[in-house]
């Protein structure tokens, strides 16, 4: 326990283990921590900043969707308007065309039913004629015959 | 006990001495002391080799360690190293913060060097007592023809009073240089001798004074002893127990070594963070201004 130059040696050590210390142990490692501190922080800050902007976004979205719900509404509404609309004037113009139609094919059959008479009286009054005459060629006198005939005809 | 030969208080005696290196007085001859006697006659004028061998050796595994992990300090996900060098860092700061209300660079390095040095110093502590110095002896008596009895070799730097006064002596110049620096020659001056009798008198104020500088004088003086021998007194008193449990038997040593090895570590911790905040408080004294 003798006190001797140990103890200055000792200070001297003490003085350049601290300036050391000083200058290579303590700056880098609390520079380090304090970054560090930093960008935690600014994550942090960031992430609460995300999620405002999240909120956000959402209520964005809701209104938009909603927007959107309404506006599929309308169009369905329109389209179903419009369909009503396509399908009466369909009816109107499928009914004037069944009636054009139905007015072609009667005017069509009347004048069927004419030739039909035409040809039919023809076909007739030949036939009487013949009928006539096969019956006259036996007996009957041409002449007055014929004169019957003809008042038969004009009557037909 | 591999005292051999050796009664108990030569054992005890020779494990307290150091390792000296110094100016023989009788002839003028730079040597290491061959017995304790010869040690203390050297006086001033010698070195312990072990205590400053150890001392130096144990900051120079705190500087490289730190300064590894500084040099390749991450601001991302810390390792395990630096994560644990980062703690210790933090502890400090925010003593260093609590205590120290100035602002200077120095006092936290430096606080964190007596931290971390005093500890690694009391660490040595927990080496068993003859661990070390038996492999000194052996080396010394197989390669330098040294006598086994004259082979002395502590490992524990703070159980040498010259280690701990060193340091706290060191932290007192630098008090005193901070004190003259932050309060001027004459701030400190009135500090140590206007406080703390003092009186509106001028006349009564004059007869205060000596009286003043003494009270204040044997506060001023009483810090960097009380400071370095509260470090010293621990860890000796520590060692003296050690080597005391040493003397047992050998199959006993264990029953009380044990205990006081785990109470130790708890002393060892106490005693280095203690030395930290004395010397963050005198310095935080020094830089006081305007208080008084």
């Known amino acids: 326990m003798n006190i001797n130059l140990t103890l200055i040696g000792q200070a001297i050590s003490f003085a350049i283990f601290v300036w050391f210390c000083m200058k290579y142990v303590w700056p880098p490692i609390t520079s380090a921590l304090d970054q560090r501190k930093k960008t935690i922080s600014d994550g942090l800050s960031a992430a609460e900043l995300g999620q405002q902007a999240l909120e956000k976004a959402k209520i964005e979205v809701d209104s938009k969707i909603s927007e959107a719900k309404s506006e599929a509404k309308n169009i369905v509404s329109m389209a179903e308007k419009r369909q009503g609309d396509i399908l009466d004037e369909a009816n109107v113009k499928a009914a004037e065309e069944t009636s054009k139609k139905l007015k072609l094919a009667e005017q069509e059959v009347e004048q069927l039913a004419m030739r039909l008479k035409e040809s039919l009286k023809k076909d007739v009054s030949k036939l009487v004629v013949e009928g006539a005459e096969m019956i006259l060629k036996k007996e009957i006198d041409k002449q007055v015959h014929d004169k019957a005939i003809k008042d038969l005809v004009t009557k037909i | ?292």
């Open chain 2, 1 to 292: 006990m591999a005292a051999g030969a050796q009664t108990g208080s030569e054992y005890i005696k020779h494990h307290l001495t150091n390792w000296t290196f110094g100016k023989d007085p009788s002839d003028g001859v730079w040597k290491i002391a061959e017995t304790a006697q010869q040690a203390q006659e050297m006086g001033f004028y010698a070195i312990h080799l072990d205590s400053m061998g150890w001392s130096v050796a144990l900051g120079f595994i705190f500087i490289l360690l730190f300064s590894f992990v500084g040099k390749k300090a991450t601001t991302g996900v810390p390792g395990g190293l630096q994560n644990s060098i980062e703690i210790i860092i933090e502890f400090i700061d925010t003593n260093v913060k609590d205590t120290f209300s100035h602002t200077n660079k120095l006092i936290a390095p430096m606080a964190l060097t007596a931290f971390v040095w005093v500890l690694l110093m009391n660490l040595m502590d927990l080496v068993p007592v003859d661990f070390i110095p038996q492999i000194a002896t052996f080396i010394g008596v197989n390669f330098y023809d040294m006598d086994p009895h004259h082979v002395y070799f502590k490992i524990v730097p703070t159980t040498d009073p010259n280690v701990t006064m060193g340091m706290s002596l060191s932290v007192f110049f630098l008090a005193l240089f901070y004190s003259v620096k932050n309060k001027g020659v004459g701030g400190f001056v009135g500090e140590l001798t206007l406080h703390p009798f003092t009186s509106k008198n001028f006349l009564i104020k004059l007869i205060l004074i000596p009286i003043n500088l003494f009270l204040e004088g044997v506060s001023l003086l009483a810090k960097p002893i009380s400071h370095g021998l509260r470090l010293f007194g621990n860890l000796y008193a520590g060692e003296m127990i050690f080597i005391l449990i040493a003397l047992l038997p050998l199959y006993a040593q264990w029953t009380l070594s044990v205990p006081w090895a785990i109470f130790h570590i708890l002393v060892i911790v106490l005693q280095a963070f203690i030395f930290m905040v004395l010397m963050v408080v005198y310095m935080n004294m020094a830089h006081d201004t305007g208080d008084h």
